[in-house]
């Protein structure tokens, strides 16, 4: 993941219990709610996330169903017709119907890759920032070896080696987007677990996972979240890079990235619905992650200008 | 300067290490067979113990690691078996294509980027800000075979200004190069947007205005140089997933680079030749970290001693 979207200065201070929490959520919300890139991201991923749940319901054909009537004469893709509002491919598929089940690929594999991404980098970063020693040392180190590679690559090699397939492409995914949230929580635990109150949780016995997970990890909570929600962004956009090289979920299974290459064929230009269609769809669902998280990471974010 | 530099490259040595750990993971102790991996899919069964032997398949994992680190450091990364090529040899022809790519990528990354930070930090606030940032976010999230494949559409097949792919053009270039910056050049334009902020609210920028410095000159001669440091470094930072950019590019433009090289391979399920492309493109990541880290320290020497 590149860069670093949300600011990493000091700690934040900790939240008086009561009152002051619940001021602070009500300013969140407050600030959402005036915010017309969160209102136009969330109906976006709202949008795309109803067209995957409820795809059986709103697509007009079986998205695998070749059409006799689906290619012209000569065998050719069919563009905008009544019974296909969107044209078909060159196998006489229905895009349409293709597009809504591709949500279902695109938005599933992504969510659980960065499910998983996200549980393992602040697993990971917060052990390393709250123990630290050798264990900290080796999780740290071991972040900086995988920043060293060029992620896609070794996604594609992961994947060519195992075949492609949900289970895998789901764990590659997750295996190459750890790191930077990782860096990120390693970075604020060790910040915050100098405070004061932290050592007055210890006074009064707690044990240290109690500390780690009651009094230190609630405060990385906005972090996690922007991160998680700009995660799904790339992760969206990762998948769909490996579709597009051909390592994608396997067929029939209808997926954005492997129709745009599809589409992409030279051959294929002149028929550009089938590339502009499924480009929109991805690019409208990187939207809406990239306007959400945007939102929530300026209303969440205390030091914001 | 020199133990900096001394420390700095044992440093990436030992992130290499730490990489041939894990490629020598991926490629030997993932696969169920590996020898499978090495002998191709139409292997014989009497092959495949051939080659568990001569591989030294057969032995414990460690040993097999420190054969493999051997060959590395010999320059042996295997042979490709789509086309019996040595690998080395057949990434590191590819590599002057997408050196090339990926500089004038980084060059429009910058051309476009740093104007961009410019006007939206100066008009913080202002319409102008606010309308970088937007276009920014519209731009951020075109991913690059998205991005590449509609500049295809429009300027190489509709309108025919430039060649459909391939190298032979001097113009083919255009394109995925443009593909591969606007995407970055959006990111850094918002970095140095943040950068630029700060550096302007410090106190020796306060002092030359109150010299009576005009706010063009405090800014491209006293802000900006100092706020490209931190760009620089992210640059360097994100040259992993740069690559995977460019990866993705190749294959759209048909640029005959690495990227390209590894996307044939997959097609040919060639692992040793994806493999040396991840191996070489990690190389490729260490030594551009390593040269922006000297290069700033031997602009700001208060970087050494850390």
């Known amino acids: 993941m590149i860069g670093s979207p949300v600011s990493t200065g000091g700690p934040a201070p900790p939240a008086e219990e009561g009152v002051s929490l619940e001021s602070s959520r009500a300013r969140v919300w407050r600030d959402l709610r005036r915010s017309p890139t969160f209102w136009i991201g969330a109906l976006l991923t709202v949008g795309v996330a109803l067209a995957a749940l409820f795809a059986p319901l709103l697509a007009p054909h079986d998205p695998a169903a070749q059409f006799d009537n689906g290619l012209t004469i000569i065998g050719a893709p069919l563009g905008h017709t009544a019974r296909f509002p969107l044209g078909t491919d060159f196998e006489g598929r229905d895009i349409l119907s293709r597009l809504l089940y591709g949500a279902r690929i695109s938005l599933g594999i992504s969510l659980t890759g960065n499910l998983l991404a996200v549980l393992l980098g602040v697993t990971l970063g917060a052990v390393a920032g709250w123990w630290r020693g050798i264990p900290g040392a080796i999780i740290m180190r071991f972040t900086d070896v995988m920043l060293a590679f060029p992620s896609l690559l070794l996604a594609l090699a992961l994947v060519g080696i195992e075949g492609p397939g949900v289970g895998i492409i789901v764990l590659v995914i997750a295996l190459v987007s750890w790191t930077a949230l990782c860096r990120i929580t390693y970075g604020q635990v060790t910040a915050l677990r100098e405070g004061a109150w932290i050592e007055a949780a210890r006074v009064t016995g707690l044990r240290e996972e109690r500390i780690l997970i009651r009094h230190v990890l609630p405060h990385l909570l906005a972090t996690i979240v922007v991160y998680a929600t700009l995660g799904m962004a790339l992760t969206v956009v990762f998948e769909g890079s490996l579709a597009y090289l051909g390592l994608g979920v396997p067929n029939p299974a209808p997926s954005w990235g492997r129709m745009i290459h599809d589409g992409s064929d030279p051959n294929a230009l002149q028929f550009y619905w089938l590339i502009v269609y499924p480009s929109l769809a991805l690019f409208l669902t990187v939207l809406g992650f990239n306007f959400l998280g945007d939102a929530l990471r300026d209303a969440l974010d205390p030091r914001r200008s | ?306």
């Open chain 2, 1 to 306: 300067m020199l133990l900096y530099s001394a420390r700095r490259l044992l440093w990436g040595l030992a992130v290499l290490l730490g990489v041939s750990v894990i490629t020598f993971i991926v490629a030997f102790a993932v696969p169920a067979d590996p020898a499978r991996n090495i002998g191709g899919i139409h292997a014989t069964r009497a092959a495949l113990a051939n080659i568990r032997r001569a591989y030294g398949l057969d032995q414990p994992l460690p040993v097999q690691y420190w054969d493999y680190l051997t060959h590395l450091l010999h320059g042996d990364l295997g042979r490709s078996y789509s086309t019996s090529e040595d690998v080395l040899p057949a990434v590191l022809g590819r590599l002057p294509y997408t050196l090339i790519l990926g500089l004038l990528g980084v060059l429009f990354e910058l051309a476009i980027g740093v104007p961009l930070g410019l006007v939206a930090a100066l008009n913080r606030g202002r319409a102008l800000d606010r309308g970088a940032l937007l276009g920014a976010l519209l731009v951020f999230s075109l991913p690059p075979f998205v991005l590449g494949n509609l500049l295809l559409l429009l300027f190489a097949f509709h309108w025919s200004l430039f060649p459909l792919g391939g190298a032979d053009d001097p113009q083919a270039i255009i394109l995925p190069a443009l593909t591969l910056g606007l995407g970055g050049a959006v990111w850094y334009s918002r970095l140095l947007r943040t950068t630029l902020l700060e550096v302007l609210s410090a106190d020796y920028i306060r002092t030359a205005r109150a010299k009576g410095l005009r706010m063009r000159r405090v800014v491209l001669g006293h802000a900006l140089p100092n706020a490209l440091g931190p760009i620089i470094t992210q640059i360097g930072l994100d040259m992993g997933y740069f690559l995977g950019g460019v990866v993705v590019v190749e294959s759209v433009f048909a640029w005959p680079g690495m990227g390209k090289l590894a996307y044939d391979a997959i097609s040919h399920d060639d692992i040793n030749l994806i493999m040396g492309t991840v191996l070489v493109g990690a190389v490729f990541v260490v030594a551009a970290n390593l040269l922006v880290d000297l290069a700033q320290a031997w602009l700001d020497p208060r970087i050494r001693p850390g």
